[in-house]
Every structure is written in structure tokens, then in C-alpha cells.
């Protein structure tokens, strides 16, 4: 068949061979199919309004890790508010939120594993991530290693002070590079474990009367605790903690631990478990080569230790970030991503130079203004944030600037300033390094 | 869109309204099921791949400086996303050439024909063209995830059609006439 190469037939042609009415968009069912992302998108807000330094790469690893673990500690808190709550619970089981509290404060190392049903099966389950922390007297982390993903992108976490080292394993590939704030970030995690500060949680629940809890002895002699929060404890529960899920607990009944916790939700109308939190260990004696920093000898290594940053020379503090800012800019438009990975605090030469051509498919062209630097206290006594307008070109050829200051006189409107942070190097005070905000 | 107001979604979304992002998705929903499909060539397909673009734009939200170029930068994540599911269907086999093997049985040989004719564009040509008559998208709806003017959307598909002519009357999809 054949037709006249005319305007209307060829609109007809084509809106024939590919138009389909497009229904409109169903967000609530797209939020039901894509709740991991919710979660991400939460936890990313509960740590924007925290205030939390992000540390690009590790950083977010570490808080996803420690947010997932902030749901265990809100179900500790909820599991004790129902001991406490229901004292001889609903079958009479003696059991007391005093005696896990108690047996929190003896713990001085803890192995966690998390683990997500498989969605087309779910007898098969999938380890999410795995983490073990060494505590001090008080609880505070000294160390830690996270392990998580599956298959290629099963990755490792090692943790001390404010250095981490990662590894991929799938091509044996090392990166080493500072935390900052890193004893902040783990004692904040570690804190999420802490039955006595749960306990205080629970006790506001209690108070308020915002949950129902059950308590009953398992066949093998384990208390299980079903805690379902009520629609009005929204105002009080931490993040990711829901209003819509019940958590099932297993508390060792020898050492009154948890053992295990079961999250549920509802799809299609019905509970379905949705994520299983296993404490696999309490202060069983630490293998040390878990929380090893050094490489084995030979292993590629990404040092994003030593040799960063710019060097502060004889420039005033200001300055010096600023310049770090500059150089910075100047790297990307030689496109010399070596230089400007080590002047970032995030990614490697490798993952700049994908971010911006094939993620953002842009190439940085011209440096048009570095503005005088504010000082940021949320970056430490030396830490800046540094007012910046560079200018690109899109895979169109177009060119735009980007980060434009309103007073700049190729920029007019009320157009907030573009900011990078810029802070020395962690154990480098001469050093300086851009963490963020570019 | 884009427009002031769809900045301040923007920008409600990075504050964490959620209901925002929803507003926004349903605002591009057609537009951009239409570029994974100038992708993918397979309705089902590119609505899949819109979801996951979406999913990757919320977890993307918060690095989205430019507020007002929402529409162009979810547009380039579901190009993304699109192309990644097309290599992948390629390299398991399920289709050698997205745009020429109907997934059922196909009836409309003149329409299987256009469609084997718009695989032979470009991808920015196919983009716009599909763009235009997937779900009768205006220029300005074009204009706001192609990042153009809507003069520009204009001018790109005029000359994406005549190439798409002349390839159809190459193939004699079509006979030369006016």
C-alpha cells in the first residue's frame, strides 16, 4: 500500500503508526511500586533538616546504612514501650523492658544484617546490607564496616576515626578517603541502637498512648513483641518508623536482646514483610581483619588520602578556598579530571568525568566569577562556602552559565548564589578540599 | 511548563513535599513515555521506563540546582534509562532492532512500515517526531523537556519530517508527490 507523500497524509501516516492515548499518571500506585525510593527520598530529607554533613560516596552509604538502623532503634523503643507497657503482656509472659536495657548497656559490639524479601519470590531472601560496630564504654562507636549490594555491586566499608576505605571485590578496586565528621555520623548511628535512649521514646509513647503491643512466648521460647504504632504516634515517630507498618519482634529470652525484627507493611490489601532485621551477633570477640584499612599488597588502590586538596601556600584562609574553588573550575574546563578529583572530596577522576558527560552530558567552558568567601560554621572554624559562576555547553551546543550570582552583570533577577564548601583537608590543615555544593 | 510555578514544585519536591513530585510527574508523564518510546518502540517499554525514570529523579531531586530546567533534565534521565533497557534487550536477544520487530503479531503493515522508516532517523529526529504525534503533544510541551524555543521545536520538526519523507518514499512507504 502506498500513499501521496502529502502534509496531511504523512500526519496521518505517522500519527497511525505510533500515537497511543497516554492515560494519566497514577502516583499512588508508582508510590507503592517504588517504596525503597521513597524511603531514600525520606531519609534524605530527615537528614537535610538535620543538618547532617553529606560526604559524597561513603557518606551516603554510611547514613543509609545508619538510617535503615534508625528503624531497629525506633522498634527497640517501641518494643520496650510495650514491655513496659504490657508488663505481663497478653499471654502473661515475664518479661520486663528494664532487663533489655540493662543488657544494652554490656554491649560492646554488635553485628547487624538486614535483609529484603525477593519481590516475584519471596522465600528467597536478599541480604541488603551487613554491618558490625565496636563500641566504647559509652557506647560510642570506634569503628565500624559495613558490607552491602548484591553481585557486582557488593561492596565493602571499613570505618576508623575519620578514615574510610571502600572495596569492590567484583574488580577488586580499593578507594581510601577521609569522613568528615565521621565520629558525629557513627555516634549518631550507634545512638539509634541505644535502648536507653529509645527508652525515652518509648516512654513518650506510653505516655501518649500511640501504639498497641502484643506480647506472647514463641514454641522455642522466644517473647515476641507485635507492635503496631496508631495513626495519631505520626507526630512522634522517627523517621523511617510508619504508622502503617507492624514490626515483629523476637527477644532472646536468656539474654533479653533482639534477635530478630520483621517489618510489615500492606500491599494489595494484605500484610506482607517487607524487610527483616537480624542481630546475628552482641560482644562475641572481634575478628581485627574485619575493620582492616590497609589493602592487600598489590591491590589497586584510589588514595583519596594523601595528596589532595590545594596547597594553602601563603594565601589567608579565605583565599585559599576560594583558589581551591578556582582551580577547581579551571581543572574541569582543561578537562583534567585528575586534578579536579583530588581537589573534590567525593568522586573519582573516573566518576567526575562520567557525571558530567555522559550523566549531565555538559563540558565546563569558561570560569566567570569566584565571589568572596563566606565563612560556614557548620564546616568547622575554617570552613567556607565559596559563591561561583562557570559557564558550559549542553550536548546541543548551546552555552548557559551555571551558578549565576544575582549581581553579576551578564545575570539579571533574583537568582540564588551557587555555593561550594570548602573546608582543609581532614589531618591536613594546609590542604584544602571542596566537600560539596559543585 | 516550565514555569514559575513548576520551579516552586521543583523546589517543594527538595523541601520534601512528595505531593509536589506527583503534580510534577503527572505534568510530564505523556511527554516523556513518548521519548522512551522514540527509544524503545514498544509502548509497554517505555511506560516501564518512565517509572524507573521517575524513581531516579527522586532520588536525583536533591542535586537539581536549576529548578526551572526540571523538564530537560528528567527528559535526559529517561533517555538514559530508556537507552540502558534498549542495549540490555538487545544483548538478551529480545530484539535486534527495536523499531522493525513488532512485539505481537503485527496487522498494520503500513503502520509497522512508518515505524521501520522512523527507526532509520536519527534518534533526535525520531525523539521529536514521536514527541509530536505520540499522544498530539503542542510545541510548547516539546519545547519545555527538549530545553528549545518553541520556534525551535518547529524548525527541528520540519526537517525531522522531511527526512522521515524522504526515507519513506526511499522505502516506498510513500509515492513522491506534491
Redesign the interface.
Known amino acids: ?6 502534509n496531511s ?3 496521518e ?10 492515560p ?2 497514577d ?1 499512588d500506585t ?2 507503592l ?2 517504596a525503597e ?2 524511603r ?3 531519609r ?2 530527615a537528614d ?2 538535620a543538618g547532617v554533613s553529606r560526604i559524597a560516596g561513603i557518606g551516603s552509604i554510611i547514613m543509609r546504612t545508619l538510617t535503615d538502623k534508625a528503624a531497629i532503634a525506633v522498634i527497640v523503643v517501641l518494643v520496650l514501650m510495650g514491655v513496659g507497657w504490657f508488663l505481663t503482656g497478653d499471654s502473661g509472659v515475664a518479661y520486663a523492658l528494664e532487663q533489655t536495657i540493662a543488657a544494652n548497656r554490656q554491649v560492646r559490639f554488635l553485628h547487624v544484617r538486614t535483609l529484603d524479601p525477593d519481590d516475584e519470590n519471596p522465600d528467597v531472601w536478599e541480604n541488603r546490607q551487613e554491618l558490625w560496630a565496636e563500641l566504647g564504654e559509652k557506647g560510642a562507636p570506634v569503628q565500624m564496616r559495613i558490607e552491602e549490594g548484591l553481585g557486582d555491586s557488593f561492596r565493602v566499608i571499613v570505618l576508623q576515626g575519620n578514615l574510610a576505605i571502600r572495596w569492590r571485590p567484583a574488580n577488586d578496586e580499593y578507594d581510601s578517603r577521609h569522613v568528615y565528621n565521621a565520629d558525629a555520623e557513627m555516634q549518631q548511628a550507634i545512638s539509634m541502637f541505644d535502648p536507653r535512649a529509645a527508652a525515652e521514646t518509648v516512654d513518650r509513647l506510653v505516655e501518649e498512648n500511640k501504639a498497641d503491643v502484643r506480647t506472647e512466648t514463641t514454641e522455642t521460647g522466644e517473647i515476641r513483641l507485635t507492635v503496631s504504632p496508631r495513626s495519631d504516634a505520626v507526630d512522634v515517630l522517627p523517621r523511617p518508623w510508619r504508622v502503617d507498618h507492624t514490626y515483629v519482634i523476637l527477644v532472646d529470652p536468656v539474654t533479653r536482646l533482639f534477635k530478630q525484627i520483621d517489618e510489615y507493611g500492606v500491599r494489595d490489601g494484605r500484610s506482607v514483610l517487607q524487610m527483616r532485621f537480624e542481630y546475628l551477633d552482641y560482644n562475641e570477640a572481634t575478628d581485627p581483619k574485619l575493620f582492616d584499612l590497609e589493602p592487600p599488597a598489590g591491590a589497586a588502590l584510589d588514595d583519596r588520602v594523601t595528596g589532595i586538596g590545594w596547597p594553602q601556600g601563603d594565601l589567608s584562609d579565605a583565599a585559599a578556598a576560594a583558589e581551591t574553588v578556582r582551580q577547581y573550575i579551571t581543572a574541569k574546563i582543561e578537562r583534567n579530571y585528575e586534578l579536579a578529583a583530588r581537589l573534590h572530596n567525593g568522586q573519582s577522576a573516573a566518576e567526575l568525568q562520567k557525571w558530567d558527560e ?4 555538559i563540558r565546563y567552558t569558561r570560569l566567570v566569577w569566584i565571589g568572596e568567601p563566606i565563612a560556614d560554621p557548620r564546616a568547622g572554624d575554617r570552613g567556607f562556602q565559596v559563591p561561583y559562576t562557570f559557564e558550559l555547553e ?1 550536548a ?1 551546543g ?1 552555552r548557559e552559565l ?2 549565576p550570582p544575582s549581581e553579576h552583570p551578564e545575570i539579571s533577577g533574583p537568582i540564588e548564589h ?1 555555593k561550594a564548601s570548602v573546608r582543609p583537608v581532614a589531618g591536613q590543615p594546609d590542604r584544602w578540599i571542596i566537600t560539596g555544593g559543585i | 511548563m516550565p514555569d514559575s510555578s513548576e520551579a516552586h514544585l521543583v523546589e517543594a519536591v527538595q ?2 513535599d ?1 505531593g509536589s513530585f ?1 503534580e510534577l ?2 505534568l510530564y ?2 511527554p516523556m ?2 521519548i522512551a ?1 522514540s527509544v524503545l518502540g514498544d ?1 509497554q517499554l517505555a511506560e516501564d521506563a518512565v ?1 524507573e525514570a ?2 531516579r529523579g ?2 536525583g ?2 542535586s537539581l ?2 529548578t526551572e530546567c526540571f523538564g530537560g533534565w528528567l527528559a ?1 534521565i529517561c533517555r ?1 534509562v530508556a537507552v540502558r533497557m534498549a542495549k540490555a534487550r538487545r544483548r538478551d536477544g529480545n530484539a535486534a532492532d527495536m523499531w522493525s520487530l513488532p512485539a505481537r503479531p503485527e496487522k ?5 512500515a ?2 521501520r522508516c ?1 527507526g532509520r532517523l536519527k534518534a533526535r529526529d525520531r525523539e521529536i ?2 514527541l509530536k ?4 503533544l503542542s510545541h510548547d510541551q516539546i519545547a519545555a523537556v527538549l ?1 528549545l524555543s518553541p520556534a525551535a521545536v518547529h524548525g527541528r520538526l520540519q526537517r525531522a ?1 522531511r527526512r ?2 524522504g526515507v ?2 526511499r522505502e ?7
Open positions: 500500500m502506498k500513499a501521496q507523500d502529502d497524509q504523512m500526519d501516516l505517522i500519527s497511525r503508526a505510533v500515537s497511543r492515548p497516554v494519566p499518571f502516583f508508582w508510590k511500586e517504588h525510593t521513597l531514600e527520598y525520606r534524605r530529607m537535610r533538616e555522559e550523566h549531565l552530558e549542553t546541543d548551546r551555571a551558578g551557587m | 523541601r520534601g512528595l506527583g510527574c503527572g508523564y505523556k513515555v513518548a518510546y509502548h517509572q521517575f524513581a527522586l532520588r531531586m536533591h540546582r536549576r535526559r538514559n498494520d503493515e503500513v503502520g509497522l512508518v515505524r522512523l517526531m514521536v504525534y505520540y499522544d498530539n530545553r519530517r522521515l519523507a519513506m518514499r516506498g512507504v510513500v509515492e513522491s508527490g506534491s
